[in-house]
């Protein structure tokens, strides 16, 4: 059984920095494509970073290009996000996802994921 299990989220200042870690069970995240997704209130799920070191692939939604990082460890089977210069329109439960199998043409895409994470949220003030 697949577990995924987001932590690091909270409450910030614009400007501040979060890590979120999530810690998979059940699959590798070294054979698996990775990714985070956010969801504000009112809006869509949207990807926001993914990453599939086998295939050498990591990719960042534009409005977090040069802020946040994503990468992982695979010793602790853990996905990190490094959110840095965070701003009010971050704001959003964060989720992590999961698919071990297959191939992940558009990262973006939240029905090829298999696996979700239960959330961790994220608060920016202005």
């Known amino acids: 059984q697949v577990q995924l299990v987001e932590s690091g989220g909270g409450s910030v200042q614009t400007g501040g920095s979060l890590r979120l870690s999530c810690a998979a069970s059940g699959t590798s995240v070294s054979s698996s494509y990775m990714a985070w997704f956010r969801q504000a209130p009112g809006k869509e799920r949207e990807g926001v970073a993914f990453?599939?070191?086998?295939?050498?692939?990591?990719y960042y939604a534009d409005s977090v290009k040069g802020r946040f990082t994503i990468s992982q460890d695979n010793a602790k089977n853990t996905v990190s996000l490094q959110m840095n210069s965070l701003k009010p329109e971050d704001t959003a439960m964060y989720y992590c996802a999961a698919r071990s199998g297959g191939i992940v043409y558009i990262w973006t895409d939240t029905s090829v994921y298999d696996y979700w994470g239960q959330g961790t949220q994220v608060t920016v003030s202005a």
């Open positions: 990453i599939y070191n086998r295939g050498g692939r990591l």
